[in-house]
Structures are given as structure tokens and as C-alpha cells.
């Protein structure tokens, strides 16, 4: 079984930086593609960076692009979201999710298609 621990979340100013992490656990094959997605107050969940396990082939979502960048570090198997000039719409409850790789094209935008989701990470950007 799958397991997924988020970490990193905090407050910080508008404009400022955070590294999220996501520590992962009881894969069974290397056949993956990994995300990061976010939920804010009163608006839907969205995709906001992906990354598939061997080829750390990545997707973006238009709204984080230039300023998020995720990796992953296999030997240590844990996915990091880099984010860069945050702003307060920035702010919600980011989670890690992991669906097979045959979806890594559209894993942010079909959420469904995630077979296991870590807790969340609270990250708050002020104005």
C-alpha cells in the first residue's frame, strides 16, 4: 500500500519562497507519475505540477509555470515542489498524489485517476 506524508507548508509573505515534500512509500513497481495538487477555501482542487518516477518527465499547470518546479529524488524517494515569488492566491492546502504513469498526461486535470493522496500541508501566503 501506497503511503504519502506531506511536509514544508507554513505562512509566509508574498513574494517569499517554500519547498513542499512529499515522502513516499510501499511502491510496488516504478511505474508512477506523481502530483501535487491544491485545494483553496471555497474553490475546487487543482493540479498544479505532476512528475513521473524514472524519466521525471513534468507537467505544469499555466497558473504556477516560471514560478513551482517539482522533483523528484528516487534514492530518497520523496517529491519536492519548489515555489518561488508565492502569491496570496497561492494559498491553499496542498497535497501529493500518486496514479499510474499511462496517466502522467493528464493526471492534474483527472484527480480521480490518483490511487493514493497524502494528508495535505497548509500553505498560507500574505499580503
Known amino acids: 500500500e501506497v503511503q504519502l506524508v506531506e511536509s514544508g507548508g507554513g505562512l509566509v509573505q508574498a513574494g517569499g519562497s517554500l519547498r513542499l515534500s512529499c515522502a513516499a512509500s510501499?511502491?510496488?513497481?516504478?511505474?508512477?507519475?506523481l502530483g501535487w495538487f491544491r485545494r483553496a477555501p471555497g474553490k475546487q482542487r487543482e493540479g498544479v505540477a505532476s512528475i513521473t518516477m524514472e524519466e521525471h518527465i513534468t507537467y505544469y499547470a499555466n497558473s504556477v509555470k516560471g514560478r513551482f518546479t517539482v522533483s523528484y529524488d528516487n534514492a530518497k524517494n520523496t517529491m519536492y515542489l519548489q515555489m518561488n515569488s508565492l502569491q496570496p492566491a497561492d494559498t491553499a492546502v496542498y497535497y501529493c498524489?500518486?496514479?499510474?504513469?499511462?496517466?502522467?498526461?493528464?493526471?492534474?486535470?483527472?484527480?480521480?485517476?490518483?490511487?493514493?493522496w497524502g494528508r495535505g500541508t497548509q500553505v498560507t501566503v500574505s499580503s
Open positions: 498524489a500518486v496514479g499510474s504513469r499511462r496517466w502522467m498526461r493528464v493526471f492534474l486535470s483527472a484527480p480521480n485517476r490518483a490511487h493514493a
Open positions: 510501499g511502491f510496488t513497481y516504478d511505474d508512477y507519475t
